[in-house]
């Protein structure tokens, strides 16, 4: 996947737990730590924006674009 979430720094930089960032949100632990591993496969407009305004954050300080040699095309594209 080239795209990568970059959560755990940006909650580093804000001395904030995963825990506190659920409650703020309003989203679980468990999808809050599928997020910060790159395991998840998609993200809510509405869960971005909330990242966001609890981290003073933009969308790019979470996600980053670094496609690899196997993500040339897209997989409905094939």
Not at 23 to 52: H, Q, W, Y
């Amino acid at each position: 996947m080239p795209i990568r979430v970059s959560l755990d720094r940006v909650l580093l930089d804000r001395r904030m737990s995963l825990t506190e960032l659920a409650d703020r949100v309003g989203v679980t632990i468990a999808n809050l730590s599928i997020l910060k591993t790159g395991k998840a496969r998609a993200v809510r407009f509405s869960t971005l924006s909330a990242l966001c305004r609890e981290l003073d954050c933009q969308p790019g300080d979470l996600l980053v674009y670094e496609p690899g040699p196997d993500d040339m095309f897209d997989e409905d594209e094939e």
